[in-house]
């Protein structure tokens, strides 16, 4: 099964991508993330589109393609979930393209939606495990009370340099003016699949289900 999730950042992709991992043995291929260990790994093209995440804009098409591109070429036998791909017309247009080529297709777009103020809130307080990666927020989802990660025991937690009020308001622009019209194209196509994601992380976790097994 091949699936995207789509929704602005904060919708909680990356959380609900980790919960399907584990319960489907799918392979979550989040552009983010593979553009943030390209910075970290300071290549070259990590070192090109630094200023541009940190701003809170989209790069370009053909990065992330190429990227995708790479991971879809080492397969999955649980199938894939996209998460923070495609974000223009002109990546989910490659998408369909490159599932293709191999034979495959989509199963369904989740479209994942939460009020804007919402957003702002989770974004603003939200941490991330330095060791693994479980995502925490200082209101909803605080960091337990030993400072350990509940997921592996890691001690270091680390925020976004893209998680402040400022880019985020670039963030969400960029995903009204270039991926919203992507919920239009995945309804034409018949893939897309609504749910509210204002819930809790359980709750968003059995509508998704619901959904994939309905
Ligand atoms: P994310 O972790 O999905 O919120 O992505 C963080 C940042 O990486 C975004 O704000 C963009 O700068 C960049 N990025 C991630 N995925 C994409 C994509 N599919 N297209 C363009 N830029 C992306």
Known sequence: MNIILLGPPGAGKGTQARILVEERRMKQLSTGDMLRAARN???????KVAAIMDAGKLVTDDIVIGLIEEELEKGSEGGFIFDGFPRTLAQAAALDRLLE????????????SV?????????????????????????????PADGKCGECGGSEFTRRADDNEESLRTRLMEYYKKTSPLIGYYFCKDKLRPVVA???????????????EG
């Not at 080529?101 to 479209?111: F, N, T, Y």
């Not at 307080?125 to 200082?138: H, K, Q």
């Open 198 to 212: 204002m819930g809790e992380i359980d709750e968003v976790a059995a509508e998704i289900r619901a959904v994939l």
């Open 115 to 143: 009020d804007d103020d919402a957003l702002v809130q989770r974004i603003t307080a939200r941490s991330t495990c330095a060791r693994c990666g479980e995502v925490y927020n200082d209101i909803s989802r605080p960091v």
């Open 41 to 47: 790994s300071g290549t070259e093209m990590g070192r």
């Open 101 to 112: 080529k191999r034979g495959q297709s989509l199963d369904a777009v989740i479209e994942m």
